[in-house]
């Protein structure tokens, strides 16, 4: 079982982040940022809501519900960012418009690569309680231990 979205992340260093492109696999969602540098890959489901309410919809990766219009937050930085619950991430773009990121408690099914902060670039994911080190574990449930 892995962790879902914990307090404990710093997604506020997001703020800021362009949407460059969005590339469809078979198994993931690939969200590039900054010039294709930062990496949000979407291995489960996600929605998108526009600004005005006027498009919604969720995608799933291993569902029927494969539609993609994303157009109007390419090119536009990401203003917000909220932990609506344990199971889910919300972004929103300048435009207003925003994305809702749906952990899959059974398996990892979204991760940030590389985050560049200070020089050093890692991870920000979501862990399986297995692969938690001693140091995360000592500082609890969702400690980035980076």
């Not at 997604?11 to 969602?29: A, M, N, P």
């Not at 294709?36 to 990766?61: K, M, P, Q, V």
Request: with cysteine.
């Amino acid at each position: 079982m892995v962790l879902g979205f914990q307090p404990e992340m710093d997604f506020q260093r997001l703020i800021g982040w362009e949407l460059s492109e969005v590339t469809i696999d078979k198994y993931h969602v690939m969200f590039f940022f900054n010039n294709n540098h930062d990496l949000l890959n979407i291995a489960d489901s996600f929605s998108y809501r526009s600004a005005d309410g006027s498009s919604c919809y969720t995608y799933e990766i291993y569902g029927e519900r494969q539609f993609l219009d994303v157009a109007a937050i390419l090119r536009t930085a990401i203003s917000g960012v909220e932990i609506v619950s344990r199971s889910e991430l919300k972004l929103v773009f300048e435009t207003g418009c925003s994305i809702s990121v749906f952990d899959n408690p059974r398996f990892r099914s979204w991760w940030f690569m590389p985050v560049t902060e200070a020089g050093r670039k890692f991870w920000i994911s979501d862990k399986d309680l297995d692969e938690l080190t001693d140091e995360e574990t000592a500082a609890g449930p969702g400690s980035e231990g980076n």
